[in-house]
């Protein structure tokens, strides 16, 4: 009685431990109760069949690690985290963590997820700031580097109310070492970020605790053969985790290979890092350009400084780009499966398989979204 039975059948179904050509997904009150080849999933006459034909069925994708979109940042507070959400489904992003760097940030981000009725589900909290080493543009003054407290970070996390999932930190800070600790016995992910810290600094705080890395390559110190900084211990280090920007600007193409050869797409995270000009055209916006798919400050172009703004594209363009490089199936995975274990949600999130939540993206061989489905419901269909 009332139970709703959504049967999915495609041509490919990528769930991503394996592709199934041809595949049934079956879902049930939201769920997943089976999935396989169409000879071993029976369907029941009373279900609703969707057959996409030649598309692809994926689960749907988790963002670890975005700041916002179509002209809202998660840090503004509740509203903007709600419209961020009700964009990302668009995207084929289901679930996320909003990305944010002070309490006012925490606090919205619990606020919008009591108040969540639609849009990608808001998995919890993503603190990348404030224990960053400062960032120093050609022009700017020196900054203080700020001093991390296990106070403070007590502060964060009960705000938080169990939602703080991922919190960065530069090793080389004053305190890193308990802050991390204290991140580990609050069940947080201590990441190593936007840090200058050489190789056995950073080592130092992998044995304190650091166990993954944000966005790797970006903001933090380079691999020299004599001085593998950062990157030589994100690559060669099995137990961290790590993030890549794969939106084709922030990274090259043969360093996204590299990352995925050393680490195996069951560790590298796809994330968008994207800041408020995702979804929105090319533009003047005062502080920054918007132009050919970066994002810079204004008066900073390629001859100045090479660093961006922030990256503008979606997950499904980033999936794209690293389908390139190791196929569909693998770079589905580490936009899904690998992310949601990331961020502790895999017994729900990440994959299609049985009583998991049915979080299915449409999506064909250019990974454009045709339609996203949350818990057996469309939300998302793109005007054909
Ligand atoms: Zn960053």
New binding site residues.
């Given amino acids: 009685m009332g139970e709703k039975l959504l049967a999915v059948k495609s041509a490919c179904v990528i769930t991503p431990y394996e592709e199934l050509r041809p595949g049934v997904v079956l879902a049930l009150d939201g769920k997943v109760v089976a999935v396989g080849r169409p000879d071993h999933v029976a369907i029941p006459a009373e279900a609703q069949t969707l057959d996409v034909g030649e598309r692809i069925v994926a689960p749907g994708f988790f963002d670890l690690h975005i700041h916002g979109a179509v002209g809202h940042l998660a840090g503004e507070g509740p509203e903007a985290v709600l419209e961020i959400a009700r964009y990302l489904v668009s995207t084929g992003t289901t679930a996320w963590l909003p990305t944010v760097g002070n309490m006012s940030g925490v606090l919205g981000v619990v606020e919008a997820r009591q108040r969540q009725k639609d849009g990608a589900w808001i998995a919890g909290i993503h603190m ?1 700031g404030p224990y960053l080493a400062p960032k120093r543009l050609p022009h700017d003054e020196p900054v203080e580097p700020p001093v991390p407290t296990v106070k403070e970070f007590h502060s964060f996390s009960e705000a938080a109310q169990g939602l703080l999932k991922i919190m ?1 930190v530069a090793p080389e800070l004053d305190n890193s070492h308990q802050v991390i600790g204290a991140m580990r016995r609050a069940g947080v992910v201590p990441a190593v ?2 840090s200058k810290a050489d190789y056995d600094t950073f080592m130092q705080a992998v044995a304190a605790g650091i166990s993954h890395a ?2 790797a390559f ?2 933090m110190t380079g691999m020299h053969h004599r001085r593998p900084g950062i990157v030589g211990g994100v690559l060669t280090c099995d137990q961290l985790t790590a993030e890549l920007i794969a939106d084709g600007f922030h990274v090259h193409p043969v360093a996204m290979d590299v990352l995925i050869r050393c680490k195996g797409p069951e560790r590298v995270a796809l994330i968008t ?1 994207s800041v408020r000009y995702q979804g929105l055209p090319d533009g003047d916006y005062g502080r920054v350009v918007k132009k050919g798919g970066i994002v810079r400050l204004k008066g900073y172009d390629s001859s100045v400084d090479n660093t961006m703004a922030g990256s503008v594209w979606p997950m499904n363009h980033n999936v794209a780009n690293v389908a390139r490089l190791v196929g569909l199936r693998k770079a589905v995975q580490m936009a899904s499966l690998t992310p949601a274990t990331i961020a502790g949600c895999a017994d729900k999130k990440g994959s299609i398989e049985p009583g998991k939540d049915a979080d299915l993206i449409v999506i064909d061989d250019q990974v454009r979204i045709h339609m996203t489905i949350m818990g057996g419901e469309v939300v998302y269909k793109a005007s054909e």
């Fill in positions: 990348e960065g970020a936007h944000t966005h970006n903001v890092d």
